[in-house]
């Protein structure tokens, strides 16, 4: 991904929200080829759950911005004046049990430790059970 060729996806995707006259938080999808040509994939209407990735590129709480669309006013951090910073990777982990037809099988946590430090997020809902917690259980 070159500068030239993400300012031209920007471009397009602009264009092609303007043409539906969409207004909110969504994502559009291309394809890109080896010779750097891309392709319309699909519009997405709504916050994906990939937004923390563009959320911790560029700064912006999508959340928070598509709310104060839907209130009527304008979304505040405007193409092109919005510029990506460094780079953002998501790691979804599922547990699943491969003996029951890949249900999702978590298991109890009895650990948990989050990663932490610059620059680190962690959305989730994991939280370790402790022995008093346990026994209130039963």
């Keep these: 991904m070159t500068p030239a060729i993400r300012k ?3 471009s397009a995707a602009v264009r092609g929200a303007e ?4 207004r909110g938080a969504g994502t ?4 890109m080829d080896v ?4 392709y319309f994939m699909e519009m997405n209407t709504r916050i994906q759950v990939e ?3 563009t959320e911790m590129v560029y700064g912006v709480d999508l959340v ?3 709310i104060i669309v839907a209130f009527g006013q304008d979304f505040r951090h405007l193409h092109p004046t919005i510029e990506a910073k460094g780079h953002a990777i998501e790691c979804r982990i599922n547990a699943e049990d491969p003996f029951k037809d890949f249900r999702p099988s978590p298991g109890q946590i009895t650990s948990f430790h989050a990663p ?7 959305d989730t809902h994991v939280y370790a059970i402790t022995t008093s917690l346990r026994i209130m259980i039963r």
């Excluded at 043409?19 to 969409?22: E, F, G, L, N, P």
């Excluded at 559009?28 to 394809?31: D, G, M, S």
């Excluded at 010779?35 to 891309?38: A, M, R, S, V």
């Excluded at 932490?116 to 962690?122: A, K, S």
């Design 8 to 10: 031209r996806l920007l």
């Design 28 to 31: 559009i999808e291309f394809l």
């Design 19 to 22: 043409a539906v006259s969409y």
């Design 51 to 53: 937004h923390p990735v």
């Design 64 to 66: 928070k911005e598509q």
């Design 116 to 122: 932490g430090g610059m620059g680190i997020r962690v």
């Design 35 to 38: 010779d750097g040509k891309f």
